[in-house]
């Protein structure tokens, strides 16, 4: 078994009452765990052991966090709850398309620095300089 492609038990059921409300269309009561089971099994043929009683753990967990709603009147039966169906048709709804990006001119690789010539160093000291080559030019 694989556990990659496995789907989760809760994906599962709400595959299987999918399916199941396609096929019946106007069903007003909901679907029992044999009906949910049989739609399961034709699904998915790759279940591991003890599937039957995972699923049913699983069936039970989403109506105790009121994910599937159990029908008046029929205790064994199940329908997915108002919250559950919103969550379905928002994943199914129609995307909008997304807005397409404008295409911007590609970078233009900048061009190397020029250098900047240096200027000949300043003289610490202009008068001293200036003081010993009149002194040279002198002698």
Sequence with gaps: MDKKRMHSYPDMVVEALVSLKDKEEGHVHGHGLGAIKHAVEAKHHDLPAHWEKRLSAA????????????????????????????????????????????????????????????????????AKRAKKADAKVKA
């Design 59 to 126: 069936v039970k967990m989403m109506a105790d966090k009121h994910e599937l709603a159990h029908v008046p009147g029929h205790p064994g039966m199940f329908k997915m709850s108002k919250a559950l169906q919103e969550k379905q048709a928002r994943k199914k709804g129609p995307r909008k398309p997304k807005a397409e990006k404008k295409m911007e001119e590609p970078m233009r690789a900048k061009a190397p620095a020029k250098k900047k010539e240096k200027a000949p160093a300043k003289a610490k000291h202009p």
